[in-house]
Every structure is written in structure tokens, then in C-alpha cells.
């Protein structure tokens, strides 16, 4: 019963745009990317067992890859056909943003010629109200508060697509830009951004389609442009203690930047990514200095939160199929504890 309640306000809890939702505080989160709409799905009964207060979506949510407004509908509507997801779907809350492939293009930015159209499939597709802010400007990104004031737990969600400007690739590899004219957010989303961090919440989950915390070469990351990832990391600086989500990797794997590194922001910053619902196994650069523990998961999964309010404590983790987990790590937070 507890599960039907939940997902009987869940349009409710979505609509209160950058607001307090009202009721419990959340003690489970879910999240994950890459879910491959013309293969099986069977990790959405993993997630549902683990019932989740709510689960995001982090971009590649359908491999669509295209302008055509038609075909882009009909790979959503795929993804809606699975079983398991419409199962999730009305059962739990959802939040979403997008990546490149359900964005229409492998790699786009803001010179995709079918972004509008994009951004208009995707508004529909996830039931956001006609007045919703994400209705009246360009973008998707967007952010939720939920819990009682002292047990807040703010996501956002950002936009790494509509507003991007290009980047070069050489030999396969991604050069970083360092033209600091070059943003992955676009004026508009960063003075959002600014402003989001500095609503009250004991707890912030910021959402990226790709990793903050890496430098890979052979995918995109925030640090193809490394003044913009500067600019995160100082806002994350002074916007109290938050937890990276991210996808499109097609691995599984929890990283950290410490506290006193050169480029840290007085805290453990952790990220956790999450990316193969179904289309896992890919291959992934050595020498990661933020890597830590058992190192990627190659198999598909799905990512979780577990929130300890009175022990003040998160755990996260990376969750297989079978709803094993195979990644783990317990952050202290104990501000947590004190502020409920």
C-alpha cells in the first residue's frame, strides 16, 4: 500500500516546481541512463524491488538519434511499452533529463537543428504541465525539493545538451576547449543554477548527463571544457553538501574528490555513475585519480541512495539486475542527523 500511495501523488510531488514537496522525507532514491528502448529490460524489477520514493532518469532514456518527430515519438513509446517501466511509472515518482541519443543526435549541442521538437517529445513524454517553466524557455533542466523543512532533499537536474556549444574531436579523442566563450549550460541555465543552490536543503543530488569529476578522452565529460567544470566545482564550493549523479558511460562506478585536493570544495564530493539499464559492458580509461573501491561495474544496473537521517549517513550504491549489489560505500554526514 505504501508503494500505491506513493505513486498516487507522484504527478503532484513532480508539479511543484522548485518547491517543498510536502509528506515524508526521502529515504530511498534510484537512478540510472542508457536504456536501449529495442532490447529487454529486466532491470526495472530490480528497481521496483528495491521501491524506491523516487527514481531519475539520466539521459539516453531512448536511443532515438533522430529529427524525425514521428520516429522520435515512436522510441518513446517503446520504452512506454515495457512492462516493468510502466509498472515503475505509476508506481513512483519520476524525474527526468536527457543525453544525446534521446536529445536526436550522438554527441549534439545547441546547433541540433530537431531540438525544439526534441524538447517538445520529451515534455510530453514525461507529463510535465502545461505550466511547468520548462513549457515557456528552452531547456529541460528543472529541480525539486522534497521533505519536511530539516529532512530536504533537493534534486537538479541539468541540461548538457540544448545549450552546449561544440567540441572538437581528433583521432577518436575529445579536445578540451580552452575558449572560456564555450559553455555546456548557456547563460541562462548557469543564473538558474546560481540561484537553485540557495534554497534550504540538508542534502543536494545535482544531476549530469555525463561525469563532472573525470578527464576521459574518449568521452564527453564536463572536462572538455575545463572552465566551465571550474565554475561547477566553485559553486558546489558554497552550495553545502551535495552528490553528483551522472550517466552515458555505459559502466557503473562511485568516485571522490576529496576535501583538501587543489580543485576541492571543502568537502568529500562524491559522484556516482550510473549508466547501462540494459546496455552495459563498455570500456573505460585507466589511471582515473577519483576512482576508488572495486573500481567500474561492467553490468548493467541501476544506481541508489540510501538516506540514514537519524544515523546522518548516505549510502550509495550500484545495484545488478538480480538486485545485488556490487558497489558500495557509506558517506557520514552528520549534519544530517542534527538538523530534523
Known amino acids: 500500500m505504501r508503494r500505491v500511495a506513493r505513486g498516487l501523488v507522484g504527478g503532484l510531488l513532480l508539479a511543484l516546481a ?9 529515504e530511498r532514491i534510484a537512478f540510472g541512463s542508457c536504456a536501449r528502448q529495442d532490447r529487454p529490460q529486466p532491470v526495472w524489477d530490480a528497481v521496483r524491488a528495491y521501491d524506491p520514493d523516487l527514481f531519475v532518469l539520466m539521459g539516453d532514456n531512448v536511443y532515438a538519434d ?11 513509446a517503446r520504452l512506454a511499452a515495457h512492462d516493468g517501466f510502466a509498472r515503475l511509472r505509476a508506481e513512483t515518482p519520476l524525474l527526468a533529463t536527457w543525453d544525446d541519443h534521446d536529445y536526436g543526435v550522438n554527441d549534439g549541442g545547441a546547433d541540433f537543428s530537431g531540438k525544439r521538437m526534441a524538447e517538445r517529445v520529451f515534455l510530453d513524454f514525461f507529463d510535465v504541465p502545461a505550466d511547468d517553466p520548462r513549457r515557456q524557455r528552452d531547456g529541460v533542466y528543472t529541480a525539486r525539493t522534497f521533505g519536511p523543512a530539516g529532512r530536504r532533499v533537493q534534486v537538479i537536474v541539468l541540461d548538457e545538451r540544448f545549450f552546449r556549444s561544440s567540441v572538437p574531436v581528433e583521432g577518436g579523442r575529445y579536445v578540451p576547449r580552452d575558449d572560456t566563450a564555450a559553455t555546456m549550460l548557456g547563460a541562462a541555465q548557469w543564473t538558474w543554477l546560481e540561484d537553485a543552490v540557495q534554497e534550504p536543503a540538508q542534502l543536494r543530488l545535482l544531476v549530469s548527463g555525463t561525469q563532472v569529476l573525470p578527464r576521459p578522452r574518449d568521452s564527453e565529460s564536463w572536462s572538455t571544457m575545463p572552465h566551465e567544470r571550474a565554475r561547477l566545482l566553485e559553486l558546489l564550493r558554497g552550495a553545502g553538501p551535495t552528490i553528483l549523479l551522472s550517466g552515458d558511460r555505459h559502466f557503473g562506478e562511485i568516485l571522490r574528490l576529496p576535501a583538501d585536493a587543489r580543485e576541492g570544495v571543502g568537502y568529500p564530493l562524491y559522484e556516482v555513475t550510473a549508466s547501462g539499464l540494459n546496455s552495459a559492458g563498455r570500456n573505460w580509461e585507466s589511471g582515473n585519480p577519483y576512482r576508488f573501491g572495486d573500481g ?3 553490468g548493467d544496473h541501476f544506481g541508489a541512495i540510501d538516506i540514514d537521517w537519524d544515523g546522518g549517513a548516505v549510502v550509495l550504491k550500484i545495484v545488478d539486475v538480480d538486485g545485488d549489489v556490487v558497489r558500495r560505500k557509506r558517506v557520514e554526514m552528520p549534519h544530517l542527523a542534527f538538523e530534523g
Open 66 to 76: 533522430t529529427a524525425d518527430e514521428a520516429a522520435m515519438r515512436a522510441a518513446y
Open 296 to 298: 567500474p561495474f561492467p
Open 18 to 26: 522548485g518547491s517543498a514537496a510536502a509528506g515524508e522525507p526521502l
